[in-house]
T-cell receptor, first 110, second 114 residues
């Protein structure tokens, strides 16, 4: 079974707008990671937030984590056409494994 | 560095045939993983390895076997392929626990079983 549930499943916005994706999970975690997957490619790591952190920034990315609600959000600001991809959250617990959500398909319209 | 590479990129099998997918990494990573991704789904872990000579089952191990004879290689075998194994297979690797635990992914192998 998959730990992360992502919302929305698909998101379409205009270039320049901000995109927000949400991830909810079920069990305790050590960290939560976000990955991007371009069509037909492997996953690329974007950002990791540890369970004792509440917010983290990397360039145009902002990730928040609320462990009391078992949820995280990924905000991409000033979106670009190149941001069109699927985005996955993944939770890390024991045994060095990650459990992935089903992903959000993001489309940036020019 | 090539990172994580996978061979082959595409393959079509008939039901009952066998094949081996090869994953290689040149980053001296201890941990390696095999996932499958079905349409509209996230990744599901098939098997993983925490070091040379070790393997462990993931979420969906049935119908697959793995071997990690060399640190840089992780092989995924299908002994008798079934249509349900049609999927895209991704390999990943990462450094040992205690370090930044991002996983690095290969480009994937698209497998179709007829």
């Amino acid at each position: 079974s998959q730990q992360g549930e992502e919302d929305p499943q698909a998101l379409s916005i205009q270039e320049g707008e901000n995109a927000t994706m949400n991830c909810s999970y079920k069990t305790s975690i050590n960290n939560l990671q976000w990955y991007r997957q371009n069509s037909g490619r492997g996953l690329v790591h974007l950002i990791l937030i540890r369970s004792n952190e509440r917010e983290k920034h990397s360039g145009r990315l902002r990730v928040t984590l609320d462990t009391s609600k078992k949820s995280s959000s990924l905000l991409i600001t000033a979106s670009r056409a190149a941001d069109t991809a699927s985005y996955f959250c993944a939770t890390g617990g024991g045994a060095q494994k990650l459990v992935f959500g089903q992903g959000t398909r993001l489309t940036i319209n020019p | 560095n090539a990172g994580v590479t996978q061979t082959p990129k595409f393959r079509v099998l008939k039901t009952g045939q066998s094949m081996t997918l090869l994953c290689a990494q040149d980053m001296n990573h201890e941990y390696m993983y095999w996932y499958r991704q079905d349409p509209g789904m996230g990744l599901r872990l098939i098997h993983y390895s925490v070091g040379e000579g070790t393997t462990a089952k993931g979420e969906v191990p049935d119908g697959y076997n793995v071997s990690r004879l060399k640190k840089q290689n992780f092989l995924l075998g299908l002994e008798s392929a079934a249509p349900s194994q049609t999927s895209v297979y991704f390999c990943a690797s990462r450094p040992p626990a205690g370090s930044y635990n991002e996983q690095f992914f290969g480009p994937g192998t698209r497998l179709t079983v007829l």
